[in-house]
T-cell receptor, first 113, second 110 residues
Framework: DTAVSQTPKYLVTQMGNDKSIKCEQN?????MYWYKQDSKKFLKIMFS???????INETVPNRFSPKSPDKAHLNLHINSLELGDSAVYFC????????????FGPGTRLLVL | DAKTTQPPSMDCAEGRAANLPCNHS???????VYWYRQIHSQGPQYIIH???NNETNEMASLIITEDRKSSTLILPHATLRDTAVYYC???????????FGKGTHLIIQP
């Protein structure tokens, strides 16, 4: 009964390819997020969606495009992958968009060769 | 950039209390202090949060100083499974997202 799930867990691909990461939460939460954790282990917010509506879009290259088909899903599509995109990407959710506990997925480890 | 300062690493003997400090001197009046931990290769896990008062739950206790510029996370009886990187943050949370610094790598020694 995983609360926040992500697929795939590992993703190895060549530079220039396009890839997607999927995220699903079964907690009934309104707000979902994408975070990037780099090799130095800093965790930074990329996007935030509330009820399928984009709330936050941090300074992220427009090669990254989130899509929320419904409240329970937030997918991340990445075009023209670059070496610097290699990182661990975490999806998270919270009950509402106010200050709430966030629940994280297990992460997707992306390696761009 | 992270708005908190934590020691990079700490050791604690199994069964003892682990006390993890955090400085958040720029915290604003409406920001909560959140603690998360990340066990190797897993996603961050929520531990506890507080605004002004000390808090306790089944995982830990949180002591916040009166001026709110620092806090201490207490794991009362540390086990080997508590070995992880512990992050404190006073980000706005919610839809603003969380910002984590480098955290404290807590190693529980048998």
């Amino acid at each position: 009964d995983t609360a926040v799930s992500q697929t795939p867990k590992y993703l190895v691909t060549q530079m220039g390819n396009d890839k997607s990461i999927k995220c699903e939460q079964n907690l009934g939460h309104d707000t979902m997020y994408w975070y990037k954790q780099d090799s130095k282990k800093f965790l930074k917010i990329m996007f935030s969606y509330n009820n399928k509506e984009l709330i936050i879009n941090e300074t992220v290259p427009n090669r990254f495009s989130p899509k929320s088909p419904d409240k329970a899903h937030l997918n991340l599509h990445i075009n023209s992958l670059e070496l610097g995109d290699s990182a661990v990407y975490f999806c998270a959710s919270s009950r509402t968009r106010r200050q709430e506990t966030q629940y994280f997925g297990p992460g997707t480890r992306l390696l761009v060769l | 950039d992270a708005k908190t300062t934590q020691p990079p690493s700490m050791d604690c003997a199994e069964g003892r209390a682990a006390n993890l400090p955090c400085n958040h001197s720029t915290i604003s009046g409406n920001e909560y202090v959140y603690w998360y931990r990340q066990i190797h290769s897993q996603g961050p896990q929520y531990i506890i949060h507080g605004l002004k008062n000390n808090e306790t739950n089944e995982m830990a206790s949180l002591i916040i100083t009166e001026d709110r510029k620092s806090s201490t996370l207490i794991l009362p009886h540390a086990t080997l499974r508590d070995t992880a990187v512990y992050y404190c943050t006073n980000s706005g949370g919610g839809a603003d997202g969380l910002t984590f610094g480098k955290g404290t790598h807590l190693i529980i020694q048998p």
